[in-house]
C-alpha cells in the first residue's frame, strides 16, 4: 500500500495554507513517532539515536540528501549519538503535507 513516503512534495507560493487541525491530526496518526512542538509555530519533531556520531551524521546526511531531491528543508541538529529532524513550512506559517510527507521519508530512511 503506498504511503505518505512514496508521495512527492508539492511546490507552495507566499502565502500557501497549511493544514487545519483535523488534517494535522489525520496525517500525524501515518507518522507516529513524531510529536508536534510549538516555537512559535506548529513543526514536527522527532529524534533518532545511534551508537555513535559517526551514525547519527551519515544519517543527517542522507536527510539532507532528501531534502534536497524533494525541495523541502529541515532543521537538523546532529550530536554524539542523535540526530534530531524538524519539519515545517515557512510560507504556510506552521504544518503542510509536505512535512510529513518528509516525515515518513525521513523515518523510512532510518529503517532502511
Known amino acids: 500500500m503506498a504511503g505518505l513516503a512514496d508521495e512527492q512534495c508539492t511546490a507552495l507560493s507566499s502565502g500557501a495554507a497549511g493544514a487545519s487541525p483535523a488534517e494535522v491530526a489525520e496525517l500525524k496518526a501515518q507518522v507516529p513517532g513524531w510529536a508536534v512542538v510549538n516555537d512559535g509555530m506548529d513543526k ?3 529524534s533518532y539515536t545511534f551508537e555513535t ?5 551519515a544519517f543527517t546526511g542522507k536527510v539532507g540528501a532528501i531534502a534536497e531531491e524533494q525541495g523541502h528543508h529541515p532543521q ?19 504544518l503542510h ?4 510527507i518528509m516525515a515518513a521519508k525521513t523515518d523510512a530512511l532510518a529503517e532502511a
Not at 503535507?97 to 510529513?100: A, K, L
Request: hydrophobic content about 40%; proline content about 0%.
Open 44 to 46: 514536527l519533531e522527532r
Open 53 to 57: 556520531f559517526a551514525e547519527a551524521l
Open 97 to 100: 503535507r509536505n512535512d510529513f
Open 76 to 94: 537538523l541538529t546532529t550530536e554524539w549519538g542523535r540526530t534530531t529532524v524538524r519539519w515545517w513550512t515557512h510560507v504556510a506559517g506552521g
